[in-house]
C-alpha cells in the first residue's frame, strides 16, 4: 500500500508534466488519496473504493499483490474519467496496480510473510520510511490535498494499526532501492490517461 506521499508524489510529477495548476491540481491531488481515506465513500469498504478483482481461491496472501489488482472496467461503468478528481482516482489505482512488482523484492517480501509478518507491516513500515525522502524530493505535503485533517486521522489509524517503523521491514534502505522507487514514480507519473482511458474502458 503506497502511503499518502508517494500517491502526491506521483501526482505531482504528473500535474508537472501535463501543466495541472491551481484548483485542477487541488482536485486532482484529492482524487489521488481519495480511496485510502476512511469513509471515502459511505458503507464502502477499500475494497470498493479500489475496485479491486475478486481473488481466485488459490491465490495466496502473498500472490495478491504480485497480479494486476485492479477492475477498470468496473471502474469506468461508474466514471468517465475526465474530471481532475476522477483521474486523480485514475492514477492511484494505476499507482497501486503496477507498484508491487515494480518496487517490492518479492523473495523478501515472501520470506518474511511466511516467518509470520503480516503484509501491512511491510508495507506500512517501507513506505513510511520514505516520507521525509519524498517531502524533500519532490515537495509534496499534505496541504496539497485540501483534505489534510482527514489524511492525518487515516495515518493516526494506521500507525495504531501496523505500528512504527521497523528497520527488518523497510524495502527502500538502500540508494539502489530509493532509485527504484524514483524511477517507477517517473514511469507512473508518465502515464498517458487518455489512452489508457480509451484502452480500459
Given amino acids: 500500500m503506497p502511503n499518502f506521499l508517494t500517491h502526491l508524489a506521483v501526482a ?17 491531488f ?10 471515502a465513500k ?11 478483482m475478486p481473488l481466485l481461491p ?3 496472501k502473498i500472490e495478491r499483490f504480485f497480479i494486476d489488482r485492479v477492475d477498470y472496467k ?6 468517465k474519467g475526465q474530471t481532475p478528481f476522477e ?3 485514475l492514477l492511484h489505482l494505476i499507482v497501486d496496480n503496477d507498484c508491487y512488482p515494480t ?3 518479492r523473495w523478501r517480501f515472501t520470506a518474511l510473510v511466511e516467518d509470520g509478518v503480516r503484509p501491512g507491516d511491510i508495507l506500512a513500515n517501507s513506505f513510511n520510511s520514505v516520507n521525509n525522502y519524498l517531502k524533500q524530493k519532490y515537495g509534496v505535503n499534505l496541504d496539497m490535498t485540501g483534505v489534510k485533517k482527514e489524511i492525518e486521522n487515516c495515518e493516526t489509524k494506521w500507525i495504531n494499526q501496523f505500528g512504527t517503523c521497523t528497520s ?6 538502500t540508494q539502489e532501492s530509493l532509485e527504484k522507487l524514483d524511477l517507477f514514480i517517473e514511469k507512473a507519473s508518465s502515464v498517458d490517461l487518455d489512452a489508457f482511458i480509451q484502452k480500459h474502458r
Fill in 42 to 52: 459511505p458503507g464502502a469498504d477499500k475494497e470498493d473504493t479500489h475496485y479491486k
Fill in 168 to 173: 527488518e521491514y523497510n524495502f527502500f534502505d
Fill in 103 to 105: 518496487i517490492i523484492d
Fill in 74 to 79: 468496473k471502474f469506468f461503468k461508474q466514471h
Fill in 58 to 60: 488459490e491465490q495466496r
Fill in 12 to 28: 505531482k510529477r504528473y500535474a508537472e508534466k501535463n501543466n495541472i495548476t491551481g484548483d485542477k491540481a487541488r482536485e486532482f
Fill in 87 to 89: 483521474r486523480g482516482v
Fill in 30 to 39: 484529492h482524487g489521488t488519496v481519495y480511496p485510502d481515506l476512511e469513509g
